[in-house]
């Protein structure tokens, strides 16, 4: 019914009829290489999962002890004698002439 009602151009769109641009051969072996694209994604987001939790276990807990290792021995160590000791030298600061 819509067919006879609508306008001419959007009729042939209806009534036509267009055969398949690409052979069934063609199509089987892209439905078969889904799977295989799909594993590569998933494999790739596996190592990226491991990459984290490596990171997490291993070089996080290493940061964290030289960091609380500077720390304490800036604060720690003039408790003990010791001069004021930075972890950071102190070239690193800027110096009166040097400030803006």
Avoid: H, W
Avoid at 29 to 52: M, R, T, Y
């Amino acid at each position: 019914m819509c067919a006879l009602a609508c306008p001419p151009s959007l009729r042939v769109g209806l009534l036509m009829t267009d055969p398949p641009s690409e052979p069934a051969g063609e199509r089987v072996s892209n439905f078969l290489q889904v799977p295989l694209a799909i594993e590569k994604i998933i494999g790739f987001g596996s190592l990226v999962c491991l990459d984290s939790f490596l990171y997490i276990f291993t070089i996080l807990p290493i940061r964290s002890l030289l960091a609380f290792f500077a720390l304490g021995s800036t604060y720690l160590s003039p408790l003990f004698g010791g001069g004021p000791r930075r972890c950071v030298p102190p070239s690193f600061y800027l110096r009166r002439r040097q400030a803006c």
